[in-house]
């Protein structure tokens, strides 16, 4: 399975939107998380139109706007993300998309459970993961790192 840009970028997105949010009472502007993350802020606002409209971040205007996340880190799993910009697909005749139609082999594949057992480990593995733990675990490497630093 290879995620397109537009799913990285939304992954990264928010995990720098809640890392720089100071527990989500501080909006965070696209202008700050496409410097942070290098990403175009052209391609930032695509994306963020579509978490928006998914429910996982919600905007604020004015001077001191920005986005929030709409839930807590904890209740945005990496999966839901990557869902709701691009299908979680590793082989096309699989797509759980309502535009796709299902595939004529299917009956006969004799790999289709094996792909769809696949994918299905897929998503059950990217739900499993939550914003805050992507954050719990870079804060408790970057604390290793500080103390091995001062240690020396």
């Known amino acids: 399975m290879k995620l397109s840009s537009k ?9 720098y939107l809640t890392y720089n949010s100071k527990d989500n009472s501080v909006p965070v502007g696209l202008k700050e ?14 994306i963020f139109f579509i978490l928006k409209k998914a429910g996982i971040v919600k905007s604020l205007r004015g001077p001191n706007g920005g986005y929030l996340l709409n839930k807590k880190p904890s209740e945005i799993f990496i999966g839901d993300i990557i869902a709701s910009v691009e299908p979680i697909e ?6 759980k998309s309502k535009a796709k139609k299902e595939c004529r082999r299917k009956s006969v594949c004799l790999a289709f459970d094996m792909w769809n057992s696949i994918s299905n480990k ?12 992507v954050i719990d675990e870079y804060k408790q490497k970057q604390a290793v790192l500080n103390k091995d630093k001062y240690s020396l």
């Open 7 to 15: 799913g990285q970028y939304a992954v990264r997105a928010l995990i």
């Open 33 to 46: 998380i496409a410097a942070g993350e290098s990403i175009s802020l052209h391609y930032l606002e695509q």
């Open 90 to 95: 590793i082989i096309s005749c699989i797509s």
């Open 122 to 133: 897929i998503t059950e593995f990217l739900n499993s993961i939550t914003i805050k733990d």
